[in-house]
């Protein structure tokens, strides 16, 4: 009996993941959907907890910070059994954090060459040689690589204040016969277009000089592909493919792991590209001084180019990339719609465009159905519950200025005072636990550079342990901007 209802359970999550897949076809559309999404399996069902299989880690970690709010979203309204979802990965190489140490690890005991990325291990299987052909290809060699998105062009970024620096920078490199800076590094907190401006790079290199060797990757895969090759002492092939290229572009450099090798080898790679004057791209979440777990030789080689930063985008930016991806879903958005959301959602551009994809689902599934205001609030009520809950540097700037009876403009000001500068160093540390604002950005709110902000975190973490009623206060502080 026992097992019968386990079998319908089974067949039941089953149809169910089918009726998900449709669902997440149209709201993430075909390209995204096949390069990500159908890969995935369903597996065990356990106490609520439902476990979704990736073929690779890499995958894994792409879905869990692309989909994975969605999918679990989409589940719950399902299917109210299901309490967890657990995205795993199905031959065990799970851990992006433990890459280095316990890969070698895992890789000396599967049975075949052939698992790492389901391709084979011959030197030809390094490359992620970036190409309008390969964009599609979903064979052996690109098995692991992000395949180049279509829609990630020059044409359709828009720029605005916050961005346009980058951008001009990232057509530079890409139009440039020779190289005027290098590398060019980008970096900005997540969803801000370094992505969008990587592949756009890689498109029109491809369409204007289609003999240039460009290889993209993430940091992740160099670290894979690396301890790959010391496994089968294939080092020799691997050096060659990396440094034979015209254009070597590293996404997410800050999962390059920590000290070790793999940075020593990478340190080799870059600066033999660099003193033959090929071009190095690389985007990561932090500038390079501040990239945690980097050796400072490298660091000091990434600045030697041209650093540039996408800041947090600005309401008429939000404004006009709701337009253009509008036009791109041949969506009709109301301006009060677009004036809301662009008001309501700015964190970054990837939640503004899910925003956007979700209200044209909507108004699809209903054949057509008009989007108004109304309907959008009503479809992104848990969106924007939780964005209404999400605590801000200002806040933080007023709450403790007025736990400390102090004024905002003290705060912020230049004053060294222990009276004024502790609240200060209180309000850093806060703005950088309770929100996802990097360093440079939460100096900026203080007039401020990422050093200061550190050195008052780090500050604070010392005085909480010897100081109870410091203590005590950043925790009544604490609870009340959670609330
Ligand atoms: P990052 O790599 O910085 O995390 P992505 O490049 O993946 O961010 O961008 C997230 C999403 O936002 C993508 O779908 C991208 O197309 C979109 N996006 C970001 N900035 C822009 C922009 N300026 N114009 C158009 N789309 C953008
Ligand atoms: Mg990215």
Redesign the pocket.
Known sequence: MAEEALVSEERTVDTQWGLICNQLKTEFGATAFDSWLKPLTVGDFNNGVMNICAPTAFMKNWVVTHYADRISKIWEQQNSSIKKINFIVQNGLSDRRSVDTSLLKKISSTPTPQNIYGCSINSSSFGLVAGASLANDTSRNTAAASPL?P??TFE?????KT?EFA?AAARKVAEAKNVSFNPLFLY????????????SIIWHIKKNDPNRNVIYLTAEQFVYKFVKALRYKDTAAFKEQFRSVDVLMV??FQFMGNKGTTQEEFFHTFSSLVEEGKQVII?A?KSPTDLEGIEERLKSRLVGGLVVD?MP?DFD?RMS?LQ??AELMGIELPVKVAEFLAQKITA???E??GSLKRIAAHSQLLSGKEITLDMTQDVLKDMLRSIDRKTTIDEIQKKVAEHFNISVKELQSSRRARTVARPRQVAMYLAKQLTSRSLPEIGRKFERDHTTVMHAVRKIEELIIEDQTLAENIEILRRTLEN
Do not use: P, Q, W
């Not at 359709?156 to 605005?160: I, L, Y």
């Not at 900005?188 to 592949?199: D, E, P, Q, Y």
């Open positions: 998105n829609n990630y359709n970024f828009v720029v605005g961005n951008y900005s907190s997540v969803g801000l277009g370094k992505t969008h401006l990587m592949h996404d997410d985007s979440d996408i985008t930016l990339i253009k991806k970054n551009v990837r503004l465009e």
